[in-house]
């Protein structure tokens, strides 16, 4: 085998890799079959060796390593399921034919870590008790021209890990993990909501007018239709287009796009849950949402108990409901409806709170109960009864003027839902509408556009309706206390390399 020095290039090994490539060519192997004969995955001939000891298969994987000795291979093979030991010996080889992608026994030095072969041989276990494959014949599926990073310095390089995110899953077990629970935990959401009778269903990306909730758009143009369009940033509008048309449960797992900032728990492109419910309030959305993540709970990690930021909490007793009137007294000492606008503003000042667009008591008071106490709720909780100003589409109370009846949840100080009891009169969504135009003419970039065709849908009748929203990302991030969001996104939005 072809021994570099520790400081060779990445090139210089790319080199070698096609060099070996050229050889198997010359030999009349073809190093890219479009077909693999496995009849095994690794883990079931390590689950069933008592049933298969001696018996013989055909395993297929990526080889993470090769150690040869004497007359004697050893590679360790993986695949999906797991790895498993290819143990070789030249005296089981016949005189290759180099058809059909087969190598000999004097080919596995053309051999690299990373190619990925097919081991055709007899269910073993070697002196040291290690269930292996006796192999007779090996096939290479596919040459690798560059090496995996080395197994003991690691993937190490931030940046690179999330440019790179398909070595980083290779390379690093904990970070598949995070991934694999994303896709578990939608696919769990999905089955949690067909069991209630949801429909799956999907609206437009591209949209001639974006809405649904307060965000800075991105635009693009329709060379087609000649015209603006936005990308979307929250899917509500058309999902309440399909309640007027006559469904009475819809959710859909949305990407949604918001040209804003990034951080720790923001991305501008990110996906959305969203369903709605004809004939609901949002108490009753409420109690959807507490059961769906009590569910999803359980199913990832098998109790009631949630890690958020190494603090455990169980999310398993009933939860607390209390207004937003209520929790910014006991953690403020104010009282919502008496405390004055002057003193307001000096709050605000003193905590650094600003406020967009035009200045609202309401707004402002949201804003600091935002900054300030939201951290602080730990325990499982809703908050309850939002004021209007603040909730654009969410019902007015049915006994609370100013108020809506609109809730956030709360765990681990972290917020995870939002959702209230649906505006369906299109008399009083265009009355707020035209207080979100006022917003943006005071220069709230992310207030909302008044949308006379969703007016005209709820026109023509709509039930009573409750509906929620919560980003994917951030529940996985909840669920998997993994807290920077490139890290449950499988391939994190990066400024490309000039």
Known sequence: ??????????????????????????????????????????????????????????????????????????????????????????????????????????????????????ANGKVTKTKTGQISIEVKSIRILSKALRPLPDKWEGFKDIEERYRKRYIDFLTNDEVKKVID???????????????KGFEEVETPVLQPLYGGTNAKPFST?????????????????????LIVGG???????????????????????????????????????????????????????????????????????KWERITIEDVVKQYLGIEWDKVTDDEVK????????KTRGAWDKNKALFNLYDKEITPKLSNPTWVID?????????????????????FEGYIGGIEIFDGWSEIVSGLEQRERFEKEQKNMKEGDAEAMPLDEEFIEALEYGCPPLGGIGFGIDRLVMFLTDT?????VVAFPTLKPRS
């Open 386 to 406: 939002y004021p209007a100003s603040v909730s654009p589409l969410a019902k007015f109370h049915r006994s609370k003027p100013g108020r809506t009846e609109r």
């Open 1 to 118: 085998m072809v021994e570099l020095s520790i400081m060779a290039t990445l090139k210089e090994y790319r080199n070698i890799r096609i060099s070996k490539l050229n050889k198997l060519i010359e030999l009349g192997v073809n190093p890219y079959p479009a077909e693999s004969h496995r009849t095994k995955t690794n883990n079931e001939v390590i689950e069933k060796f008592n049933d298969l000891e001696g018996e013989n298969v055909v395993v297929s994987g990526r080889i993470t390593s090769i150690r040869s000795h004497n007359k004697l291979y050893f590679i360790d093979l993986k695949d999906a399921s797991g790895k498993i030991q290819l143990y070789i010996k030249e005296e089981n080889f016949p005189t290759p034919e180099y058809k059909d992608s087969e190598i000999g026994f004097n080919d596995l030095n053309l051999l690299d870590t990373g190619d990925f072969v097919e």
């Open 181 to 195: 629970a994303r896709w578990k935990i939608t696919q769990n959401i999905r089955k949690f909501l067909w069991s």
């Open 247 to 317: 469904y009475e449960k819809v959710f859909e797992i949305a990407k949604n796009f918001r040209n804003e900032g990034i951080d720790h728990s923001h991305f501008p492109e990110f996906t959305m849950l969203e369903w709605y419910e004809a004939y609901a309030d949002y108490h009753k959305v409420m109690d959807l949402a507490e059961e769906l993540i009590k569910y999803l709970v359980k199913e990832i990690t098998g109790k009631s108990i949630v890690k958020v930021k190494g603090k455990e909490i169980d999310i398993g007793k």
């Open 483 to 487: 807290w920077a969001i490139k890290d």
């Open 346 to 353: 000096k709050l605000c000042e003193e905590h650094g709170v």
């Open 221 to 241: 143009h329709f060379n087609a239709l000649d015209c603006d369009f936005y990308l979307r940033v929250a899917p509500e509008l058309y999902l309440k287009r």
